[in-house]
């Protein structure tokens, strides 16, 4: 299933969510799992993006329609890249 990394930034909505409910990151998990993207990796960050995810999804339009739910919320904006494992990239380099 193929991978994709999603950057993620918090509006001033979502930050003032987050500080009063920490636990949403959580629940937001559940609720983009339910979608059919899997978080698999998860970290928050400093710097320009907040949060900074790996996650599985059968293809693009998956992510795509997880990440327009996402935004249309107005707590976040997401940045999401395609990922391909290296030893996947080193196999289709070679032939």
């Known amino acids: 299933m193929p991978y994709y990394v999603v950057l993620s930034t918090l509006t001033d ?4 969510t987050l500080k ?3 636990e949403r990151i959580l629940e937001v998990n559940q609720e983009i799992e339910k979608m ?7 970290y928050a ?3 320009p993006y907040d949060f900074f995810n790996i996650v599985e999804a059968p293809d693009n339009i998956t ?3 997880m990440s327009v739910e996402l935004g249309s919320r107005g707590t976040v904006q997401l ?14 380099l070679k032939g």
């Open 13 to 16: 909505d979502g930050r003032e």
């Open 20 to 22: 009063e409910r920490p």
């Open 36 to 42: 059919g993207v899997k978080v698999l990796q998860q």
């Open 45 to 47: 960050v400093l710097g």
């Open 63 to 65: 992510v795509m329609k």
């Open 79 to 92: 940045m999401t890249l395609p990922a391909i494992p290296v030893e996947e990239l080193i196999s289709n």
